[in-house]
């Protein structure tokens, strides 16, 4: 995934741009950057990797080596970036958010029709940001140059450009799968993935661009340069784990949809009869957390931790380079609250299940310390395709994802024909993939939320959202 903030002000705001990109470290921790434009100096950039180091630390001393009028800054789990690019269109800064696909086909389209050239990264490999910028100055002017490269892209591409004179340009991908909004204070604007971001910087919240939508921002002005496209396909994952608790998107803040959410999975539950006798409900924390609580509070089983994670020194599991590395820093982070666990009958809700290999050491985890049961909810429906729009999980394969080798292992490559039904609880083979995943996992019991479920706790027209990886419509 990955964020990205920034601000074009009258006065100096170099400061306020690394607060609001730090604001979007939970969407990604490999690399952060920041661009910033002075009338004196001109375009200025700087690039981390923040895998073993958080981006404040890293970017503590910016200050000191560069300043801004304008800037903008990403977080990205991608390639490096900000790029600067100097080109007909001026010299510029961009920052891109999403997946471009369709990269190698698109750079020899390039070749055959420019004759120009990339910056090589190892084993040849473009910067896809590189590689949008280059599609966008194929045409006359910004505008028609975004528009083309994000029709080009098989993917997504929410785009942030940080011109000469200081002015931004924010393009939301066109069909609104990622959040992109717009901030106003006294001295200037600014544009977000996150708008919490910018209301902790005296922001007001000034709109949400529509799927497609572009504007220029100034210190005094924003200025609509393409409108909205009719489509939109907001990702339904942002809600269900990605987003941070505080965002909005689209009016529909993250935390209520999560307590939304876990009601619904209770209210299943009660009607099926099924998980009644729970002494503590618990979320696989962080994300399945407020998910759980509102389990809790529909059931009026108790909430309770029944354990902690480590956070002081293993602040996330999920970037460590190999699995392996993964696999030992979520153990090394769970720590147990005995009483609370010990002959106890515990209902989990984690925000998803994708390969689940971690899901199975905490519940082995659980029981090592004399649970007597252990319960789990997906906050989501099975996934079932890799997600070809965002980058939200590792899986390179469909196989990757404990649904589908589940699946394979009950019924060959015959299973693929009746994904529609593996997903429903209510059909035999639904029931039947619940409980395989149940023994492989050492769970009392397993369900998933209803697709109608995720949607209903939404609460926004499902015509508007991206399902994709949970049935494979477009």
């Known amino acids: ?119 090589a990264m190892t084993g040849g490999r473009v910067n896809t940001t590189e590689l949008v910028a280059a599609l966008i100055d194929l045409k006359e002017d910004f505008v028609s140059g975004i528009r083309f490269a994000q029709d080009a892209v098989e993917g997504t591409a929410s785009i942030l450009i940080l011109r000469d004179n200081g002015a931004l340009i924010a393009a939301r991908d ?61 990702c339904a994952f942002l809600w269900s784990y990605y987003g941070y608790p505080t965002s909005t998107y689209e009016g529909v803040n993250v935390e209520m949809m999560r307590y939304r959410n876990g009601a619904i999975l209770a209210e299943a539950d009660k009607k099926k009869n099924i998980a009644q006798d729970i002494d503590y409900i618990g979320g696989v924390p962080d994300s399945g957390t407020p998910h759980a609580i509102g389990y809790a509070n529909e059931s009026g089983i108790p909430f309770a931790r029944a354990f902690i994670k480590y956070t002081p020194t293993w602040a996330r599991s999920f970037t460590a380079p190999r699995q392996s590395d993964s696999k030992r820093v979520a153990k090394m982070k769970q720590i147990p609250v005995v009483d609370l666990i010990h002959d106890k009958n515990l209902l989990f809700v984690d925000d998803s299940i994708v390969r689940g290999t971690q899901l199975k050491e905490t519940v082995d985890f659980l029981y090592e310390n004399g649970a007597k049961a252990v319960h789990m909810r997906s906050a989501c429906p099975p996934i079932m395709y890799g997600c070809k729009y965002l980058n939200f999980s590792r899986a390179t394969s469909d196989l990757d994802l404990i649904a589908r080798r589940v699946m394979l292992e009950l019924e060959g490559e015959e299973s693929f024909n009746h994904i529609e039904e593996y997903a429903d609880s209510n059909t035999q083979r639904g029931q039947k993939l619940r409980q395989a995943i149940c023994e492989k996992f050492n769970f009392a019991s397993l369900e998933f939320q209803s697709l109608e479920g995720v949607i209903r706790a939404i609460g926004i027209d499902p015509c508007k959202l991206c399902t994709y990886c949970w049935n494979g419509k477009e």
């Open 174 to 234: 066109k069909v609104g799968r990622l959040p992109m909004q717009i901030g106003r204070r006294e001295d200037g604007y600014c544009a977000s993935f996150e708008a919490f971001a910018y209301t902790k910087l005296g922001f007001e919240h000034e709109k949400e661009l529509g799927p497609g939508e572009i504007v220029e921002l100034t210190d005094s002005t924003i200025r609509q340069l393409a409108p909205p496209r009719e489509q939109m396909r907001m």
């Open 1 to 119: 995934m990955g964020g990205f903030f920034g601000i074009v002000s009258r006065q100096e705001c170099l400061e306020d741009v690394f607060f609001g990109v730090d604001y979007h470290t939970h969407l990604s921790a490999r690399r952060g950057g920041l661009a910033a434009y002075d009338p004196e100096i001109g375009l200025q950039r700087k690039i981390h990797n923040i895998e073993n180091s958080p981006f404040r630390t890293k970017f503590a001393t910016i200050f000191e080596e560069m300043k801004g009028t304008s800037a903008i800054g990403c977080i990205s789990d991608t390639d490096p970036q900000p790029m600067l690019i100097r080109s007909h269109l001026g010299t510029y800064a961009i920052c891109t958010t999403g997946v471009v696909n369709n990269a190698g086909s698109l750079i020899e389209q390039y070749f055959q029709h420019s004759g120009g050239h990339f910056d």
